[in-house]
């Protein structure tokens, strides 16, 4: 199998101009500034305030709430983060006539795709950053082997391991190209994170926090239609090839000897 990634970028791109994308976007934004706020809520309640002044840390977006509180709703924003993005990925994958709509079967063993979505995004988060620890390449290599994890867990109705197995193999002859979309966040990833400290020097840290989150969503949201993309021409070639090779071939032409 081999990525067409111009074609990818194409479609995914067309795919993320729909009210899906719409979605994706604010779903998104939501789900960052909500998880910053209860996390600077909880930093705040359970950390002595001469001690968060001493390491430079800000009061930016915060939360009406008790540390239990902000913990408790910090818990609930990564469950619901999980569910949505099972949802949005089966509402991605679709034909583009319908991919503002969302399917009927969005929803299925929401629960049980849900955990697993969960486990699996610890598991590679957490290799992705055991490989980081030896010399940068292998983290990298593990996440774009691993790239396609939302898909093949919530697209296919894959368990934890099986999707593993699944987005390795679908990432196998196209790891080059799709290193490329791995680097390319990685890069995003730091300058944010430059440029969110200078923002928060300028004394205006809800702002900056806010700021970040717009400029989060706004690139992960095409990157995301990007990844769906994709997934799906590695997934369909890779089927046309299933297919060629377990149909009988017809012989209705075949003149008899």
Known sequence: MALHLSHAISDGLR????????????GLLIVQIGTQAAVNTAVSSYLPAGLTTQ???????????????????????????AAFFVIIARTMIQPQD????????????????????????????????????????????????????????????????????????LASGSRLKLFALVVLTTVFGGVIGGIAPLLDYGGIPVASEA??????????????????????????????????STEPADASGTPEL
Do not use: H, N
């Not at 390491?55 to 983060?81: D, K, Q, R, W």
């Open 55 to 81: 390491a430079g840390l800000t009061a930016g977006l915060g939360l009406p709430v008790s540390g239990a509180g902000a913990l408790a709703i910090f818990a609930a924003l990564v469950i619901l983060s």
């Open 211 to 244: 700021i970040v989150a717009v400029v989060t969503a706004a690139f992960l949201t095409p990157y995301y239609g990007i990844l769906a993309a994709s997934y799906l021409q590695l997934r369909d070639e890779q089927r046309g090839v299933d297919r060629r």
């Open 15 to 26: 795919r993320t101009l729909s009210k899906t994308g719409g979605i994706l976007f604010i």
């Open 98 to 169: 319908k991919i503002s709509t969302i399917p009927v079967d969005a929803t299925r063993r929401l629960g049980r795709t849900t955990l697993a979505m969960l486990i699996g995004g610890i598991l590679v988060s957490v290799s992705v950053f055991v490989g980081t620890l030896f010399f940068i390449l292998p983290g990298l290599f593990l996440a774009t082997s691993f790239l396609f994890i939302v898909f093949t867990i919530a697209v296919e109705d894959r368990g934890v391991i099986d999707g593993l197995k699944r987005s390795w193999g």
